[in-house]
């Protein structure tokens, strides 16, 4: 094991099962602070409900685990070398999978996904593909705490190199292996639940193990079946793309070629346009990738990059970890960049010349100006840290973005009053920046979620107020709800029209709340609301409760 700046770098080889187990091993006891955090995504402030969510839970996972002896091998080697019980284990692994449909069966359950971005460029200093991965999931002080590299060669394989965190062991989110292929899984939102399905992460440790071409990797998708709807992004040598959709039995897949001049953007958009519904939740992730979208291409010219000119490594690294902070930028007209609050990774993969470069540290990972770059990556791994020159972002912001990220944190633990002192943080650091309204209206949705004087409501009420016309558009649906809904509550009848509320999604949840009876009405919306600080969203279960 090789160790630079906490950044371990762990070399497996052999037995699968056997290297499974020495990896619990050396996991043991700081597993439990991912699996934790997992597992914990899946609380409400209602006992019964998270017993309820438990046993659905298990009855889901045991056709995860029993109907795939490979997958359950695995999990039982990685269970035995931490000293933990396999179910623990699949629970936390199996989280990301649930919380794509786990609404379907229990309205109520807290919903978040991973938002991540991939990009393609070609290198023509390396003549190389370099292929850059951000994940994003509201992990924050676990999952980047003991995050590391793993080289393996497990049974007949190719050398792997993956990017994780300590309790979780397979090579399947982040990965290159020597032939040239990369690999990023992203989360594709839907309702596709198939009980019989194989666990993602087993399909993409079998897809990395078994596929050198993207002909190859095709073939291979075309033959599974997964639980739920995932995206694989993928690169291989010569510059071949792959972007594909699997859910269930469904696969839909693109094609691309990676040019020096071009930098190929891919979030969370479903492959097949025909599937991009407005009646799933969460509600505005749409929106939310558009913004992502229009924002790749602002964020070239504020980052002082000429279009027409050859990419690289360094120049990828850089983009996808500097924020575009839009301090001239009206708030209402405000866009989401790609990186986000919830980042966890930010690195750029070139397994063609043996290489990755790394943005380590606390999450959100910011470009500071320095990387870790990992050479080696199939032979003798070695890292060091490299300093690349170029635009940051400011402290002020970077420490604003943390602690909204610690606000949506302390949210899903349940910590509801580190949760107000972290938004009030953001807020302050944020300062004049757009994205502080943001910032206020959602410290505004923690206060209706748990006011309950009319002094304290009404006030609330002209909190809301002040944000008319100041919030992007979905958020400003948002917004009218809430001052629909404080009307409603504090008048018994609102000022606000479906007609003010554009999102049709949104304007259901209105007309659903407006025949609501007014004793209950704001305990009933309160206690299952969900907000999704990250994905800047809310969610409101209690309209299918």
């Known amino acids: ?21 020495q990896l619990g091993l050396e996991d043991k006891g700081r597993h439990t602070l991912l699996l934790d955090h997992a597992t914990g995504l899946f609380r409400t402030r209602w006992t019964g409900l998270n017993k309820g969510m438990q046993e659905v839970m298990k009855a889901l996972l045991t056709p995860a685990i029993e109907l795939h002896p490979r997958f359950k091998k695995r999990l039982e080697a990685y269970a035995e070398g931490l000293g933990a019980r396999p179910s623990e284990v699949a629970m936390g692994l199996l989280v990301p999978e649930m919380m794509s449909f786990m609404e379907k ?45 793993i080289q393996t060669t497990l049974d007949d394989g190719p050398v792997t190199f993956s990017f994780s965190s300590a309790g979780f062991p397979f090579p399947s989110i982040t990965a290159m292996t020597k032939e040239g292929v990369t690999l990023s899984l992203h989360q594709k939102f839907s309702k596709t639940f198939n009980y019989q399905g194989t666990p993602i992460f087993d399909i993409a440790f079998e897809l990395l193990q078994n596929c050198g071409s993207r002909e190859e990797a095709i073939r291979f998708l075309k033959k599974q079946s997964s639980i739920t709807s995932w995206a694989f992004y993928m690169g291989f040598s010569g510059g071949q793309i ?24 891919f979030c969370n958009e479903r492959e097949n346009r025909d599937l991009i519904t407005h009646d799933i939740l969460p509600y505005g992730f749409q929106a939310f990738n558009e913004m992502r ?13 000429k279009k027409n000119t050859p990419w690289t490594a360094e ?72 300093k690349i020159r170029g635009k940051t972002n400011s402290p002020t912001y970077q420490k604003a973005l943390f602690h909204y990220m610690q ?30 309204t943001i910032a206020r209206f959602y410290f505004f949705v923690f206060q209706y979620m748990h006011e309950t004087h009319r002094k304290s409501l009404s006030q609330l009420l002209n909190d809301f107020k002040s944000l008319e016309e100041s919030l992007p558009p979905y958020l400003q649906d948002h917004n009218s709800l809430f001052i629909a809904r404080l009307e409603k509550i504090l008048k018994g009848e609102t000022t606000i029209g479906i007609e003010e509320i554009k999102h049709p999604s949104l304007q259901r949840i209105y007309d659903f709340e407006r025949k609501m009876p007014r004793l209950l009405f704001h305990s009933l919306t309160k206690e299952l609301m969900a907000p999704r600080l990250e994905l800047l969203d809310v969610i409101y279960p209690h309209v299918k409760a």
Not at 293 to 305: C, H, T, V
Request: with cysteine; charged share 25%.
């Open 407 to 436: 606000a949506q944190v302390a949210q899903d633990k349940g910590e509801y009053h580190q949760a107000y002192h972290n938004i009030q943080i953001a807020i302050e650091y944020f300062g004049k920046n757009p994205y502080g």
């Open 293 to 305: 979208i229009n924002m790749r291409d602002k964020k070239l010219r504020s980052l002082g990059f």
């Open 105 to 149: 069966w229990i309205p109520g359950v807290p919903h978040t996904m991973l938002g991540c971005s991939s990009y393609f460029i070609w290198d023509d200093s390396r003549d190389a593909l370099v292929h850059g991965r951000t994940l994003d999931f509201p992990f924050h002080g676990s999952f980047d705490k003991y995050e590391r590299g």
């Open 1 to 21: 094991m090789t160790k630079t700046k906490d950044f371990p770098i762990h070399c497996l080889i052999g037995d699968t099962l056997e290297n499974f187990y």
């Open 315 to 386: 120049k990828l690294i850089r983009f996808m970890g500097v924020a575009d902070e839009q301090e001239k930028v009206k708030s209402q007209n405000w866009q989401a960049d790609p990186m986000t609050p919830s980042t966890l990774q930010n690195i750029c993969l070139i397994p063609d010349k043996e290489e990755a470069l790394v943005i380590t540290g606390t999450a959100p990972k910011f470009f500071t100006g320095e990387v870790l770059q990992i050479t080696d990556a199939f032979s003798r791994p070695q890292s060091k840290n490299i």
């Open 242 to 265: 792959l972007s594909s959709e699997i859910a269930g039995d469904n696969f839909d897949y693109s094609v691309h070629q990676a040019v020096p001049e071009r930098c190929l953007y």
